[in-house]
């Protein structure tokens, strides 16, 4: 693994501002031939195998001997790239910033650009803006657009940090996680069981509590607030088909934040305008994180519909 | 229509705490043989022509010729009855302090008795606690406890007050309002939609902020929490069926708070234990607000589904 903070100069967001002088922190393992960028999610960061350490391995999506796996801090992510206090950030502002900084390393041909939630709308961002770069793009628990439910939560997440930026903080988190997971997965984890540790309260309470404690030691309340005005404003429904890179995108059975129904029907639409575009479902009870929780499952999804 | 406020003296709640003078607020509207209880969800009140006004009329469930309707504010309620201010309440509080008030005004015979999410709960709790005196419990988008799912959003609605009762008790209620209503109903009303007045944000952020004006206005923080703690508290799981009252199950398709599979389950539990036990679903995009938004269908399926 190496770390570099890439510096891409000045950089005008999409929303008109421009900020002066820009690094993103770049993150690379192994040396394969094959180059995969893995975009992160809300709250992750360039270093990938931290939060999605079981696509990585000899008998998993990557096998480092083969691949060369990038992580890229999102512009405006408080994981090492330039924090942004001017404007809002777009997902095609991230895009267009990762563009520059692998442009920096001399990357200009990613064999695989994937991620999962916002990370998926960012790879799907890369196929349609640099449809010569991609050869695969892999949009996991993400669609063409964020639905007015998703929008609603997101909202309500930075009202609760703009009431109190440490326990709204800390609210927000409880909120994301409800959407995170499934119904069925705290039936059967939590059910109606009191606190574990004796405190008067249902277990999911506890649950809950323990996420937010985890949380507001590594979550930046600007950063937040800045990634989830980017998700809401995703929308790329009219685009026109990429040329070239095929799209495959994965729903996710049980997710409810991004529903395997408007995952299939982002696909189908690419398809109709022409794209290369298929659609998979990973079965899985474990919600909307099922792209973290089941990465084995969802690496074999990706590796079995490779159709390059 | 006449409205009494009914003293039930002293109540012991079931926590252990005594309240010393109770008074509930009572409505009753018409004068027909047949006795209707209907009980409030979460923020009524005992004016239930207010808030269930589809219900009432020659044509509909309640035709006042022939039915006399009750309401009652619940026990904890800020609707008129006495404020509660040590220890919680539970839905058993809620129903026994009920049924001493229907006492005192010599009503011990009820030929129905429904309402819906923790006016179904109390429904229920009736026909469990009462069944001499309850011919037919119609328990609408409710079911026999109350899920890990539905537990935490409570417990976020009131940790939200607890950081800021006024701010807190708004994004409470914007919270509620995503779980009453459905992803398709957010899709047709408000899609991806800017703000209608041309604030800077999204249509649905607007409906919200707008539903949290109206809110404030007529609920307080303290009975929010205390009967959202009581939907917590409630599992009848292990209650045994009750001899003599109808049970008639109602659950709405697009729910997600109190999924119709779960309603159905609840059903059938009771129906394997010797309950006279039937479900019947509400068919409606409307979300758990159904039994608001759909009284019409609604009063017919309640209606249809008479066996006495």
């Known amino acids: 693994m190496r770390e570099e903070r890439v510096g891409i100069g000045a950089f005008a967001l999409d929303g008109g501002a421009v900020l002066p002088a820009v690094e993103q922190q770049v993150t690379i393992y192994g040396a394969g031939d094959r180059v995969a960028l893995v975009s992160h999610a809300l709250t992750g960061s360039s270093r990938i195998r931290e939060w999605w350490p079981g696509m990585f391995g000899a008998e998993r999506l990557f096998d480092l001997d083969r691949w060369s796996v990038i992580g890229i801090n999102v512009l405006g992510g408080c994981y090492g790239s330039t924090p942004v206090f001017s404007g809002r950030v777009s997902v095609r502002d991230m895009v267009r910033a990762q563009a520059r900084a692998l442009e920096q390393l001399g990357i200009t041909r990613l064999d695989l650009v994937t991620g999962g939630s916002l990370g998926g709308m960012q790879a799907l961002q890369w196929a349609l803006d640099f449809p010569e770069r991609v050869e695969r793009a892999a949009i996991v628990g993400a669609h063409d657009h964020h639905s007015p439910m998703g929008i609603a939560l997101n909202a309500l997440q930075r009202e609760a940090i703009a009431i109190d930026p440490k326990r709204g903080l800390r609210l927000a988190r409880k909120i994301a996680m409800l959407t995170y997971k499934s119904e069925e997965l705290f039936n059967e984890r939590h059910g109606r069981r009191r606190d574990r540790h004796g405190v008067d309260r249902f277990d999911i ?24 005005h980017a998700m809401d404003g995703f929308d790329v429904r009219d685009a026109p088909a990429p040329q070239g890179p095929e799209l495959l995108f994965i729903g996710i059975s049980s997710d409810w934040l991004f529903r395997p129904q408007d995952v299939r029907a982002a696909a189908e639409r690419f398809r109709a305008k022409g794209a290369r575009s298929a659609y998979a479902e990973l079965e899985s009870e474990h919600g909307h994180d099922a792209f973290l929780a089941e990465p084995e499952t969802l690496a074999r999804i990706i590796a079995r519909t490779t159709s390059a």
Chains 1, 2 share one sequence.
């Open 205 to 228: 309470e506890g649950y809950l509590e323990h996420q937010a404690e985890i949380f507001e030691r590594r979550m930046d309340a600007h950063t937040y607030a800045l990634l989830t």
